[in-house]
């Protein structure tokens, strides 16, 4: 099918490490994106990664790429309140479209 | 450039009657995509245009939901006949990059209530 698949809530302490988890379904996918979404407000790009890598690190924010499993995960060091928002994982699909999971709800406790 | 510009913010309708939406995208994107959002959900692609060519729309989309961007530049999305299942955030994308490289920037959306 076309969904791509992510748990519903996440709930950390500030100063913990977070990670969000997504699993796609389209192998042709050439770039895997993670979108971040605020109360009330569009969704705004925080990385992405292109299919022929494994790993991408930048600053806080870690994705990691299992492509045989088609796994894709969002590790943000040091959580922080502000952080707290909903995160949608993208695939690409053909004609350039991106389809979205139903997000994960980061919720941070000081 | 200020970003991606949707244009009301919100709407409140009455069932039956017509709406339509504005898309303002980031000046020297090609692509123009829309997309609907309803509450824990996330994005479902509805259309997109290449410049001014539409060039796919989503199979689940009502023949009541029409999109135009007759100059490569703005969108309008009208929705004719409203009904209480079109309640929803309405977001406009753009993006400039050949296919398998989308960074789509996303709006602010417009929140439609049909009452």
């Known amino acids: 099918g076309e969904d791509v698949e992510q748990s519903l809530f996440l709930s950390v302490r500030e100063g913990d490490s977070s990670v969000i988890n997504c699993t796609y379904t389209?192998?042709?996918?050439?770039?895997l994106y993670w979108y971040k979404q605020e109360p009330g407000a569009g969704l705004q790009l925080l990385t992405y990664i292109f299919s022929n890598m494994d790993m991408k690190q930048d600053q806080r924010l870690t994705v990691l790429l299992n492509k045989k499993d088609k796994h894709l995960s969002l590790r943000i060091a040091d959580t922080q309140t502000g952080d707290s928002a909903i995160y949608f994982c993208a695939e690409t699909h053909q004609g350039g479209k991106l389809i979205f999971g139903q997000g994960t709800e980061l919720s941070v406790k000081p | 450039d200020t970003g991606v510009s949707q244009n009301p913010r919100h709407k409140i309708t009455k069932r039956g009657q017509n709406v339509t939406f504005r898309c303002d995208p980031i000046s020297e994107h090609n692509r123009l995509y829309w997309y609907r959002q309803t509450l824990g959900q996330g994005p479902e692609f509805l259309t997109y245009?290449?410049?001014?060519?539409?060039?796919?729309k989503s199979r689940l989309l009502s023949d009541r939901f029409s999109a135009e961007r007759p100059k490569g530049s703005f969108s309008t999305l009208e929705i004719q006949r409203t009904e209480q299942g079109d309640s929803a955030m309405y977001l406009c994308?753009?993006?400039?990059?050949?296919?398998?490289?989308?960074?789509?920037?996303f709006g602010s959306g417009t929140q439609l209530s049909v009452l």
């Open positions: 389209d192998s042709s996918s050439t770039y």
């Open positions: 994308a753009s993006s400039f990059g050949g296919v398998g490289n989308e960074k789509l920037f």
């Open positions: 245009f290449q410049n001014e060519a539409q060039l796919e």
